[in-house]
């Protein structure tokens, strides 16, 4: 079975990592967060990628989309090997920019279908106060002021001709992300519902 992907895409602190991972369970899907899948690689001592990573980290650049893309397929080919009825995957923060995006498409094209995108819509205010409350236990080295207004920025610039793309074919499922944790589940809930 071909995988079916979804993306979750949103400003920092949106709670893309929070919503995806409670709504697996409801909708049979495995949540994969590039973020997180490239800070675990990052720290991994034999890993060829990690040097790379960390130089695009402390830059804050986007890591190249050829590693990035290669992370998710291991993921993705590790959880269907375990369960082939596991071939749904939402992930999350990926593709960050048109690059990206352009990678996946040559890499994954027949490979996968990306099904819809999740936009996870929220102010600048909203995303700089989650993230500077997360900031207080996450150990996350970006989550301050000045860190998250920069990536505030990268999204506005490099995130948003993503969403304009998949707006044009008619695939953004946009969520009103200021809400609580629960108002906005429900709405997750409803795509997925809808969507099968
Ligand atoms: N919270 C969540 N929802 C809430 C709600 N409704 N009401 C009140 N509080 C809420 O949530 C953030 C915080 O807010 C948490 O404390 C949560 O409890 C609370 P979270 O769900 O963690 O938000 P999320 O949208 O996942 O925010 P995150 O900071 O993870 O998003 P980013 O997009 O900034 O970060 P990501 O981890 O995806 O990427 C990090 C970096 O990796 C990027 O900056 C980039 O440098 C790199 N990257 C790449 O290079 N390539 C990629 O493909 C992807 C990332
Ligand atoms: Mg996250």
């Given at each position: ?5 979804v993306f979750a ?107 819809f995108i999740l936009l996870f ?52 499922r946009?969520i ?12 997750v809930?409803?795509v ?5």
């Amino acid at each position: 079975m071909k995988p079916q992907v979804v993306f979750a895409l949103g400003r920092p602190g949106a709670g893309k990592g929070t919503q995806c991972s409670s709504i697996t369970e409801h909708c049979n899907y495995t949540h994969l967060s590039a973020g997180d899948l490239l800070r675990k690689e990052r720290t991994r001592a034999d890993s060829e990628f990690s040097q790379k990573i960390d130089e695009c980290f402390k830059r804050g650049e986007f890591v190249p989309g050829e590693i990035t893309i290669t992370l998710l397929r291991q993921a993705m080919e590790e959880t269907m090997k375990n369960d082939k009825n596991k071939f749904r995957f939402l992930i999350d923060g990926f593709p960050p920019d048109v690059e990206n995006l352009r990678c996946w498409t040559q890499v994954m094209d027949g490979e996968a279908d990306v099904r819809f995108i999740l936009l996870f819509d929220c102010s600048d205010e909203v995303s700089i106060s989650r993230c500077l409350e997360r900031g207080k236990s996450s150990g996350r080295d970006d989550d301050n002021k000045e860190r998250v207004e920069k990536r505030i920025q990268t999204y506005l610039q490099s995130t948003r001709p993503v969403i304009a793309r998949y707006h044009k074919e008619g695939k953004v499922r946009a969520i009103d992300a200021s809400r609580s944790v629960t108002e906005v589940f429900d709405d997750v809930k409803s795509v997925f519902d809808r969507e099968g």
